[in-house]
């Protein structure tokens, strides 16, 4: 830190508690930039959004603002932490839990005197960490008179339409749990649009004599793009379900044109007088539908045309009370005077699609569902009415969030602070940022292919690892996204520059296989010894951690006697897995193995795996072990860590693995630092004179004996001893 900046953070509570600026961060799920009249879609008229425009006329607009992973828990993740999904470790919707011990921008707002408060959905797994108050829907939450989880244990439900409640209890933070002597950050964070779009009652009437506007890409063909389109389960045409998704009641009908499987849950949480109210409003549109079918009247894409109607009104309908409530909060403001000194930012975690491409859902970085809404009012900072095309993304939040308090930026966050886009009224600096970096794991839900991605101002380039093929889409020409141009010759130059910066920003924020992580779950003996560790893990009180692979599992073998001999009675944990690479270890890092855990040292080797598997260049395995470094040191900032080099294989010195763990090697070393990081070589302990590696040593030119445990506890010995006074 330097020193200048250090003064000021040291003197900020003091000096600037009421000036610092408080934030009000609302924010929805599943919102598209077309449901918003400000971004101006062809719903604006039908369907318009007076509250949400507020902010935008009263401060600013981001017209290319985006996600960078397009699903719930990742976007969510990426926002507390400001690092793409492979940092922080929240990679889907299926098999992930989000890491609280790791740093994220509400516990240093917290550190910095900011009182932090989180409403509403959560939807991360693990307990909310960083907020003096918080109240949040377990999972996905419900619809109708849901349930809170409550910060002192336990369930509460509440009566009622749940965007209202959000809003409600939201505002009674304000009003009654907020200490005027700080400045706050609210997160006031709905459920609303999501699946299965079930409206307020006082709302469930709107439009319902008027058809909406079909978006021009209803009936796409998927054509002259990558096949993966036409795979997906995400279509207004054939992936609703006749109770879940069109509310429709009784045994579902018509199974060509409507899935069975899901009733709508939502409709059997309601009281009598609710189900009274909601039966009034659709019975009797559901029941001419049925009859209409049954004629004959009603029948192939007609019927896709009522399924988008009954979708996008619902979906419409939750949008109107997200704006009411947007208003009541905006009101709240303005009659306790914290307008002026309370910056308001609207978001969503990611777009999704009303129609379009004749979807509904998310996580293609497709325009939908990729752009993210951005409406934000900074009183005396932002001119109203501004309108910005700075390429934003969810990762700046954070730094944006940690700048505007006065708190220094961790070096680690991989996101850009807004603040100098929002004092310039959304006009980016000359040196703002060329493109964006997407990533989305592939999942099963909906079978949407795995694929990643970068775009500038103008073009927009996808990468599909399964069939490694590319697409590309010039946005200015091609607005809808119809048709890839990757292989069209007239834009050999263009795929080329966005290749390049593919690669660049790949590594600018360290994305490789040896960095992504990757779980061997499928693998019986691998799923069970992790849970064994997590027992293990779980007993706390460990000193001393050993992080590796089969060499390191190979103390609990061979190393046995040595083990006893040397940690025995000092309390040390083995977290080596056989045949495990530096990306699972990052997995097993990241769920679970750390929770707890704060030794002394840590003693980490990893690596040989990446060389042996795959041949990877010893840059990337390089990258993954300086991941995990970085993980530990953010988890244990007091802990020592001493950092191996990665054993010499191949028994002569010119053989190939050989060389390439020298390379690794090379590079790792220089990510000892003169703090807490120590780097011990110990290539020269295994080698005889000749640089060879002897079969006493290594039968199999790999794996320690037991006198290569000898070896290894003798030679790390001093350091350790002087690492753990
Ligand atoms: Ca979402």
């Given at each position: 830190?330097?020193?200048?900046?250090?003064?000021?953070?040291?003197?900020?509570?003091?000096?600037?508690?009421?000036?610092?600026?408080?934030?009000?961060?609302?924010?929805?799920?599943?919102?598209?930039?077309?449901?918003?009249?400000?971004?101006?879609?062809?719903?604006?008229?039908?369907?318009?959004?007076?509250?949400?425009?507020?902010?935008?006329?009263?401060?600013?607009?981001?017209t290319?603002?985006?996600?960078?992973?397009?699903?719930?828990?990742?976007?969510?993740?990426?926002?507390?932490?400001?690092?793409?999904?492979?940092?922080?470790?929240?990679?889907?919707?299926?098999?992930?839990?989000?890491?609280?011990?790791q740093?994220?921008f509400?516990k240093?707002?917290?550190?910095?005197?900011?009182?932090?408060?989180?409403?509403?959905?959560?939807?991360?797994?693990?307990?909310?960490q960083?907020?003096?108050?918080?109240?949040?829907?377990?999972?996905?939450?419900?619809?109708?008179?849901?349930?809170?989880?409550?910060?002192?244990?336990?369930?509460?439900?509440?009566?009622?339409?749940?965007?209202?409640?959000?809003?409600?209890?939201?505002?009674?933070?304000?009003?009654?749990?907020?200490?005027?002597?700080?400045?706050?950050?609210?997160m006031?964070?709905?459920k609303?649009?999501?699946?299965?779009?079930?409206?307020?009652?006082?709302?469930?009437?709107?439009?319902?004599?008027?058809?909406l506007?079909?978006?021009?890409?209803?009936?796409?063909?998927?054509?002259?793009?990558?096949?993966?389109?036409?795979?997906?389960?995400?279509?207004?045409?054939?992936?609703?379900?006749?109770g879940?998704?069109?509310?429709?009641?009784?045994?579902?009908?018509?199974?060509?044109?409507?899935?069975?499987?899901?009733?709508?849950?939502?409709?059997?949480?309601?009281?009598?007088?609710?189900?009274?109210?909601?039966?009034?409003?659709?019975?009797?549109?559901?029941?001419?539908?049925?009859?209409?079918?049954?004629?004959?009247?009603?029948?192939?894409?007609?019927v896709?045309?009522?399924?988008?109607?009954?979708?996008?009104?619902?979906?419409?309908?939750?949008?109107?009370?997200?704006?009411?409530?947007?208003?009541?909060?905006?009101?709240?403001?303005?009659?306790?005077?914290?307008?002026?000194?309370?910056?308001?930012?609207?978001?969503?975690?990611?777009?999704?699609?009303?129609?379009?491409?004749?979807?509904?859902?998310?996580?293609?970085?497709?325009?939908?569902?990729?752009?993210?809404?951005?409406?934000?009012?900074?009183?005396g900072?932002?001119?109203?009415g501004?309108?910005?095309?700075?390429?934003?993304?969810n990762?700046?939040?954070?730094?944006?969030?940690?700048?505007?308090?006065?708190?220094?930026?961790?070096?680690?966050?991989?996101?850009?602070?807004?603040?100098?886009?929002?004092?310039?009224?959304?006009?980016?600096?000359?040196?703002?940022?060329?493109?964006?970096?997407?990533?989305?794991?592939?999942?099963?839900?909906?079978?949407?292919?795995?694929?990643?991605g970068?775009?500038?101002?103008?073009?927009?380039?996808?990468?599909?690892?399964?069939?490694?093929?590319?697409?590309?889409?010039?946005?200015?020409?091609?607005?809808?996204?119809?048709?890839?141009?990757?292989?069209?010759?007239?834009?050999?130059?263009?795929?080329?520059?966005?290749?390049?910066?593919?690669?660049?920003?790949?590594?600018?924020?360290?994305?490789?296989?040896?960095?992504?992580?990757?779980?061997?779950?499928?693998?019986?003996?691998?799923?069970?010894?992790?849970?064994?560790?997590?027992?293990?893990?779980?007993?706390?009180?460990?000193?001393?951690?050993?992080?590796?692979?089969?060499?390191?599992?190979?103390?609990?073998?061979h190393?046995k006697?040595?083990?006893?001999?040397?940690?025995?009675?000092?309390k040390?944990?083995?977290?080596?897995?056989?045949?495990?690479?530096?990306?699972?270890?990052?997995?097993?890092?990241?769920?679970?193995?750390?929770?707890?855990?704060?030794?002394?040292?840590?003693?980490?080797?990893?690596?040989?795996?990446?060389?042996?598997?795959?041949?990877?260049?010893?840059?990337?395995?390089?990258?993954?072990?300086?991941?995990?470094?970085?993980l530990?040191?953010?988890?244990?900032?007091?802990?020592?860590?001493?950092?191996?080099?990665?054993?010499?294989?191949?028994?002569?010195?010119?053989?190939?693995?050989?060389?390439?763990?020298?390379?690794?090697?090379?590079?790792?070393?220089?990510?000892?630092?003169?703090?807490?990081?120590?780097w011990?070589?110990?290539?020269?302990?295994f080698?005889?004179?000749?640089?060879?590696?002897?079969?006493?040593?290594?039968?199999?030119?790999?794996?320690?004996?037991?006198k290569?445990?000898r070896?290894?506890?003798?030679?790390?010995?001093?350091?350790?001893?002087?690492?753990?006074?």
């Open positions: 830190m330097k020193p200048l900046v250090l003064a000021l953070v040291l003197l900020a509570p003091a000096l600037f508690a009421s000036e610092r600026p408080n934030i009000l961060f609302i924010f929805s799920d599943d919102h598209a930039l077309n449901a918003i009249s400000a971004y101006g879609g062809p719903l604006k008229d039908a369907a318009p959004t007076p509250n949400l425009d507020r902010i935008a006329e009263q401060g600013a607009i981001f290319r603002s985006y996600c960078c992973n397009s699903i719930c828990g990742p976007s969510r993740a990426a926002i507390l932490t400001g690092k793409h999904s492979h940092i922080n470790g929240y990679l889907d919707n299926n098999n992930s839990t989000f890491d609280g011990s740093t994220t509400p240093l707002l917290q550190k910095a005197g900011y009182q932090t408060a989180l409403v509403g959905k959560w939807h991360l797994v693990s307990k909310p960083g907020f003096d108050y918080w109240e949040i829907l377990p999972g996905q939450g419900s619809y109708y008179n849901p349930d809170f989880l409550q910060q002192g244990g336990g369930k509460k439900r509440y009566t009622g339409y749940c965007t209202d409640i959000v809003t409600e209890r939201a505002l009674d933070w304000l009003k009654n749990g907020r200490d005027g002597d700080k400045p706050f950050i609210l006031c964070q709905h609303a649009p999501h699946r299965n779009w079930s409206p307020a009652l006082r709302h469930a009437d709107l439009w319902d004599d008027v058809d506007p079909e978006p021009k890409t209803l009936f796409d063909d998927y054509a002259n793009r990558h096949p993966s389109l036409k795979k997906q389960a995400m279509s207004v045409e054939k992936d609703f379900y006749w879940h998704d069109m509310k429709l009641k009784g045994e579902p009908r018509f199974p060509e044109y409507f899935r069975k499987g899901i009733r709508n849950g939502e409709y059997m949480r309601m009281n009598a007088e609710q189900k009274k109210a909601w039966d009034a409003a659709y019975e009797e549109e559901n029941q001419a539908m049925i009859a209409a079918v049954e004629s004959g009247e009603l029948e192939g894409k007609d896709t045309r009522w399924k988008y109607q009954r979708y996008i009104k619902d979906y419409l309908r939750c949008i109107r009370a997200v704006d009411e409530g947007v208003g009541r909060m905006l009101d709240y403001l303005d009659e306790s005077g914290l307008a002026d000194n309370t910056i308001v930012i609207y978001s969503s975690d990611q777009g999704f699609y009303l129609g379009e491409h004749g979807w509904y859902d998310k996580r293609w970085m497709f325009e939908e569902s990729f752009a993210m809404p951005f409406l934000v009012r900074w009183p900072v932002i001119e109203p501004s309108r910005s095309e700075a390429l934003i993304q990762i700046d939040y954070a730094p944006t969030f940690l700048e505007i308090a006065g708190v220094e930026v961790p070096e680690a966050v991989q996101g850009r602070s807004l603040l100098p886009v929002l004092k310039a009224s959304g006009k980016a600096p000359e040196d703002w940022r060329e493109g964006l970096y997407y990533f989305y794991s592939g999942e099963h839900t909906h079978r949407v292919a795995a694929h990643d970068v775009c500038n101002d103008r073009y927009k380039l996808m990468y599909f690892p399964g069939d490694k093929s590319w697409n590309l889409f010039d946005l200015e020409k091609d607005p809808q996204e119809m048709k890839s141009v990757h292989d069209d010759p007239a834009h050999a130059d263009v795929l080329e520059r966005m290749k390049k910066l593919y690669s660049d920003l790949r590594g600018e924020y360290e994305v490789s296989e040896a960095t992504q992580p990757a779980h061997r779950k499928d693998q019986g003996w691998w799923k069970q010894r992790h849970q064994q560790k997590l027992k293990e893990v779980k007993k706390g009180g460990h000193e001393l951690v050993f992080i590796g692979d089969s060499i390191t599992q190979g103390w609990e073998g190393g006697a040595t083990w006893e001999e040397f940690y025995g009675d000092r040390a944990l083995n977290l080596g897995y056989s045949g495990d690479r530096t990306e699972h270890v990052l997995w097993r890092l990241l769920n679970g193995e750390l929770d707890g855990v704060d030794p002394k040292a840590y003693v980490l080797m990893i690596g040989t795996n990446n060389s042996g598997h795959r041949q990877a260049p010893p840059e990337e395995t390089a990258g993954g072990i300086k991941l995990i470094l970085e530990l040191r953010d988890r244990s900032p007091e802990a020592e860590i001493l950092l191996l080099s990665v054993f010499p294989r191949d028994e002569q010195p010119d053989g190939k693995l050989r060389k390439i763990n020298d390379g690794i090697n090379e590079i790792i070393k220089g990510h000892a630092d003169d703090g807490r990081i120590h011990l070589d110990m290539t020269d302990t080698l005889n004179d000749e640089g060879v590696l002897t079969k006493e040593v290594m039968p199999d030119a790999l794996h320690p004996q037991g290569g445990y070896m290894w506890a003798e030679a790390m010995e001093p350091k350790l001893e002087e690492l753990l006074k």
